[in-house]
């Protein structure tokens, strides 16, 4: 069976994780808890919910391996100082940004 690799789209709010998989189109979200103040307070939580969001929606034959990531408070937040991109890593995928 041939692999289709897939780019995800991350969103975080202080609430919610939601992630679209492009080209397919799949999305889903995730009630967090560890994003607050525009940045990641527990990165292994953080990577442990990423990781299980990506995996849930994928399916058998797609493979994701970049994440673009944003945020709730739009371009005037500096993503790499949030933790983002270190949960992100954690959780086996690149951080596109």
Do not use: C, H, Y
């Amino acid at each position: 069976m041939k692999q289709q690799e897939e780019v995800g789209d991350l969103f975080v709010t202080e609430k919610l994780l939601t992630l679209k998989l492009l080209p397919s189109g799949k999305s889903g979200s995730k009630v967090i808890r560890w994003f607050v103040d525009g940045a990641v307070v527990n990165n292994s939580a953080a990577a442990k919910d990423i990781a299980g969001l990506v995996n849930k929606l994928r399916g058998r034959s797609r493979v994701v391996r970049n994440l673009t990531l944003m945020t709730d408070r739009g371009a005037q937040q500096d993503i790499s100082d949030s933790g983002l991109p270190a949960a992100v890593a954690k959780a086996g995928f690149n951080p596109l940004n």
